[in-house]
């Protein structure tokens, strides 16, 4: 079993939209309106539900706040993905453009919250979709009534059948998004114009909608203030910016483009963002009037026939009941294949951050592990919501929302990084909306927000917690030595012995290394015969986890011989340096420390956060975790 589960690990996040499909050349690429149809059953299926809750949400003023969420959507999210594909040309996203902004423990913390919110969105796509597709299953004429009553049961078979196929391989996801999306597509456009022509006909029904609408809220004024109000309410018509940047890496790309910067796979990926933008607002807006005009307001309530299920609602009342389960059918699968979607999403966003902070175990490299570990949260929020649609459509939002402002914040501080003025200034207007859309949607519906700080706490904890139980690691992706200290090391192997003194960074005086030397033959009994020779390693960065490790040597007044190092922490690191002295020049080394000053359990806490703390105690844990063969183990002394 545990073979099978990790069958697929690698070092390397797959860039890939599923499991078990890496793609290493250019012929498993392709073209950029296909890998459109990837990311669309996540933003296109969205009209299965999207409509229905706008008309719940905003009543009569849904299409005006509709026509605002889409200039939002053109204007604001658009410009900002445009800029985040340029910046991550293999689908990093806005979260690792913000990691590079902030270097060291706060990008790594606000890492961990941004991934708190992406899995909530994620988490929700797939939790929402598979409940908005049991809503059109048990709402078919030709589905027994008696179903209704099993919402939750067959929410969870969905999600268990998407498990599934996840757990067997899912390496063919683009060319049945693309069936799934012109199907999909195809099918809404035939609804929307037939709900145009149908308003067209009973020209009384757009009278009866705008006096209802001024009677409700007065003046053009107020339904213009009002739809900027609850607009923030429809924000799931945003979803899908985040995912289209996460499937850059299947774009075609050339063969004369820079792997750095490949120009023609960024350029593909605008045209992805650009056309599915212009797609989904047009569907926005066409649907949203029609549903709000042909639709009694009743319907979209909690039991009516419309509640999550708009669209449906008038292909079955105007099309009848052969074109409506064929809807009905298309809507389930696109639906349920956006769950899929999503889980590709975190599938490929987990293993880029977590296990290279040290955040994560080893497994969390592999599919199949994060697969179940996936599929029971999402069975958990399907149980804790119901199965209800509306009552996850706050924490759908706020994950959307807070992702898409931490976005527009990197496309702002990127802009200002590469001094162009009048983009700064465009993408701060574009935060400060995004920001108080997100507040307003808090405000208005707080468990969103609940929902995502359970799963923030989720992840800071368990990674915490994973950062302290792989602290003991080696924590090198490998040791090398530069040509000086190698003529160090294989002098001082000729004795057949090599004795290594650390010392401190902080003083590195000619007198410090006299009165090492000279305190260390005293106390450790080395003989003067043999040769010493001083390690030290400077912490750069603690937040790092791996760091490659390169020994450079260095000769003082022609006596002190000192290897220095650059890394993320000072025990794993010597402990790395000293088995890789054994290895390389076939000499098991010793190494002396003096005790550290100072309470144990305040050193501990600051190896686990500084790299630094009880050096030598620490040093020796290491080397007994990385070393079983005590014939082999190199010899710690400490005085």
């Not at 003023?61 to 594909?85: I, S």
């Not at 063969?255 to 796979?265: F, L, N, S, V």
């Not at 650009?274 to 949203?288: E, G, H, K, Q, R």
Request: proline letters at 4%; one cysteine or more.
């Amino acid at each position: 079993m545990r073979q099978w589960l990790l069958a697929d690990i690698s070092e390397e996040p797959a860039d890939q939209p599923g499991p078990h499909r890496r793609q290493r050349d250019e012929e498993h690429t392709h073209s950029w309106w296909q890998v459109m149809c990837l990311t669309g059953v996540d933003y296109f299926s969205t009209l299965g539900y999207q409509p229905g809750i706008a008309a719940l949400a905003a009543g009569t003023v849904a299409p005006v706040a509709t026509l605002v969420l889409v200039a939002l959507t053109l204007f604001g999210a658009l410009p900002v993905y445009r800029l985040v594909a340029r910046e991550s040309p293999r689908g990093e996203g806005s979260i690792a453009m913000l990691q590079r902004l902030l270097p060291r423990w706060g990008g790594k913390l606000l890492v961990l919250v941004l991934l708190g919110f992406a899995a909530t969105d994620f988490l929700i796509t797939m939790t929402l979709s598979a409940a908005d597709a049991t809503a059109h299953f048990v709402e078919n004429p030709l589905i027994p009534k008696g179903f209704s009553h099993y919402t939750i049961l067959i929410t969870l078979i969905f999600l268990g059948l998407l498990a599934a196929i996840f757990l067997r391989g899912f390496a063919e996801a683009i060319m049945v998004a693309v069936v799934l999306v012109g199907v999909y597509l195809a099918l809404n456009l035939v609804v929307v114009i037939d709900g145009i022509i149908g308003i067209a006909r009973a020209g009384h029904l757009v009278v009866d909608w705008q006096h209802a609408m001024t009677a409700e809220h007065g003046s053009p004024w107020m339904i213009i203030a009002l739809a900027l109000l609850v607009f923030p309410k429809l924000a799931l018509g945003l979803s899908g910016f985040e995912t289209g940047v996460s499937v850059m890496p299947q774009i075609k790309g050339s063969p004369d483009d820079d792997p750095a910067y490949p120009k023609t796979r960024i350029i593909g990926a605008r045209k992805l963002l650009t056309t599915a933008a212009l797609i989904m607002s047009a569907f926005l807006i066409a649907s949203s009037i029609i549903c709000t005009v042909l639709i009694p307001e009743d319907e979209f309530k909690s039991g009516g026939h419309a509640n999550g299920r708009a669209l449906a609602y008038l292909a079955h009342e105007r099309l009848g009941a052969g074109f409506g389960s064929v809807y009905d059918i298309s809507t389930i699968l696109i639906l349920w294949f956006a769950g899929a979607s999503a889980m590709a999403g975190l599938l490929n966003l987990v293993p880029r951050f977590l296990p290279k902070f040290g955040m994560a175990p080893e497994w969390a490299r592999a599919v199949r592990p994060l697969v179940l570990v996936f599929a029971l949260l999402a069975f958990c929020v399907t149980i804790y919501f119901r199965a209800s649609v509306d009552a996850q459509g706050a924490a759908y939002a706020t994950g959307v929302l807070v992702l898409m402002t931490s976005a527009s914040v990197a496309a702002t501080l990127s802009a200002r990084r590469r001094h162009h003025r009048g983009m700064a200034i465009g993408f701060a207007v574009i935060t400060l909306v995004f920001i108080y859309t997100t507040i307003a949607n808090i405000i208005e519906r707080p468990e969103g927000v609940q929902v995502a700080s359970f799963f923030i706490a989720l992840i800071i904890i368990v990674s915490l917690a994973s950062r302290v139980n792989r602290s003991f690691e080696l924590r090198s992706t490998g040791v090398t030595f530069d040509e000086t200290a190698r003529e160090i090391l294989s002098e001082a192997a000729k004795t057949g012995s090599i004795q290594i003194v650390t010392h401190d960074c902080d003083d590195l005086s000619l007198r410090e290394y006299q009165q090492k030397e000279l305190q260390q033959r005293a106390e450790s009994h080395i003989p003067a015969s043999e040769e010493i020779v001083f390690l030290e390693v400077n912490v750069k960065d603690s937040s790092e986890f791996k760091t490659d490790i390169v020994v450079h040597g260095r000769v003082r007044d022609g006596v002190y011989r000192i290897l220095w190092v650059n890394s993320a922490a000072v025990p794993n690191t010597i402990a790395a340096v000293l088995l890789a002295i054994r290895d390389e020049f076939g000499v098991i080394p010793n190494v002396y420390f003096e005790w550290s000053e100072g309470n144990p359990i305040t050193n501990l806490l600051k190896f686990l956060f500084f790299g630094v703390g009880e050096v030598a105690v620490t040093t020796r844990e290491v080397l007994r975790r990385a070393e079983t063969d005590l014939d082999r183990r190199p010899f710690v002394h400490i005085g």
